[in-house]
């Protein structure tokens, strides 16, 4: 092989190599730049994720409201002082009473200063001496809205116009029960309109913004309102309270103080 064609030779080699290195090079910075592009639209795609999913994040509480049991207790009051457990037990000597109740709330906040929820709730109680007893159960249900003010749903003050009704049931057991001729009565709850005032207050705003589960306290001033489909008429059309007959419009009206007393958990 002569000198001239050696040197041709390197050349050839040469220019070989350069554009082998510049067809590597080619071909790293267009797959790069494809890798760079789809790592953009993935975190495109994650940051609209979440968006979406912070736009239903901490709309959604869980409510557990301790109120029923201070007014089962009330009922259970009431029931003693028209004198059902006098006049119609034999004795009112170990006279025992009790009363318990609760009640569950789920809420949805679609928009910044309002939450929509339904309310539901049992209480249940008993006066007994010897034999004879009287028991008593309500269900409580509820759907309202509640409109926020001086902050974002769902915690603050808020007001709230609801719909709702309560199913009452009563009824004896036992020897002079029977003989007094008390069956006691139900009653399918009727239908009220009504209005709420309260507030949410958030536990722990600062330490607890970024936990999954945040924690408030559900406390309400009053709840006011009438029932248009009274449940008092299955009520007051049984003897033992007849006497209460001509008070049937006031009864029907709804005025509860502090009807909400409890936590709600928002997640």
Do not use: H
Request: charged share 20%; aromatic share 16%.
């Amino acid at each position: 092989m002569t000198k001239n064609s050696l040197n041709a030779l390197k050349k050839q080699i040469f220019k070989r190599l350069k554009l082998f290195i510049i067809s590597i090079t080619l071909i790293f910075v267009c797959a790069n730049n494809i890798f760079a592009q789809n790592i953009e639209e993935k975190k495109e795609e994650e940051k609209k994720e979440n968006k979406a999913w912070d736009s239903v994040k901490g709309r959604s509480l869980f409510g557990i409201n301790f109120a029923p049991t201070l007014y089962a207790g009330i009922f259970n009051l009431m029931v003693d002082k028209v004198k059902l457990s006098v006049d119609n037990f034999g004795t009112t000597a170990n006279l025992k009473n009790y009363a318990f109740g609760l009640g569950f709330s789920y809420d949805f906040a679609p928009l910044n200063f309002m939450s929509v929820g339904l309310d539901i709730g049992f209480s249940i109680g008993e006066i007994k001496s010897g034999e004879d007893r009287l028991s008593f159960y309500t269900i409580p249900w509820s759907l309202n809205v509640k409109f926020f003010v001086f902050k974002k749903a769902p915690f603050g003050f808020f007001l709230s116009p609801r719909i709702g009704g309560t199913a009452v049931s009563m009824k004896s057991y036992g020897p002079n029960m029977t003989a007094k001729g008390f069956n006691g009565f139900y009653s399918q709850g009727g239908f009220y309109l009504s209005f709420e005032l309260g507030w949410r207050i958030q536990l722990f705003p600062k330490r607890g913004a970024d936990w999954p589960v945040q924690v408030g306290i559900d406390i309400s001033l009053f709840d006011i309102g009438y029932y248009v489909a009274p449940w008092t008429s299955a009520m007051t059309s049984t003897q033992e309270f007849a006497s209460l007959k001509q008070f049937e419009k006031f009864l029907n009206m709804r005025l509860l103080l502090l009807p909400r007393l409890g936590i709600t958990l928002r997640f």
